[in-house]
């Protein structure tokens, strides 16, 4: 079993920066992969990004250039550097962990809110 749990969202304006986290606990060592996904009131949820456990990287071309995803070097946690927000990007973000025989994890999800 894995745990998530994210931390980091707010409120920030418009051009402003946040930094989210989300630690995994559990059985970790079968996680290949960790992504970050947001939904909006009304949207679907969409993948923002997702890091595999080779480090190959995808983003949402949305926020390419923006945004940034890491993992610590113990691969226990997972970042999203988020630059530029705009109040597009407002949306509860959820961590994602992805592990094998088709298992996958989700965090509780924090809000990310860009206002004026």
């Known amino acids: 079993q894995v745990q998530l749990v994210e931390s980091g969202g707010g409120l920030v304006q418009p051009g402003g920066s946040l930094r989210l986290s989300c630690a995994a606990s559990g059985s970790t060592s079968n996680i290949y992969a960790m992504g970050w996904y947001r939904q909006a009131p009304g949207k679907q949820r969409e993948l923002v990004a997702a890091i595999s456990s080779s480090d190959n990287i995808n983003y949402a071309d949305s926020v390419k250039g923006r945004f940034t995803i890491s993992r610590d070097n113990a691969k226990s946690t997972v970042f999203l550097q988020m630059n530029s927000l705009n109040p597009e990007d407002t949306a509860v973000y959820y961590c994602?962990?992805?592990?094998?025989?088709?298992?996958?994890?989700w965090g509780q999800g924090t809000q990310v809110t860009v206002s004026l």
């Open positions: 994602k962990a992805f592990s094998y025989h088709s298992r996958e994890y």
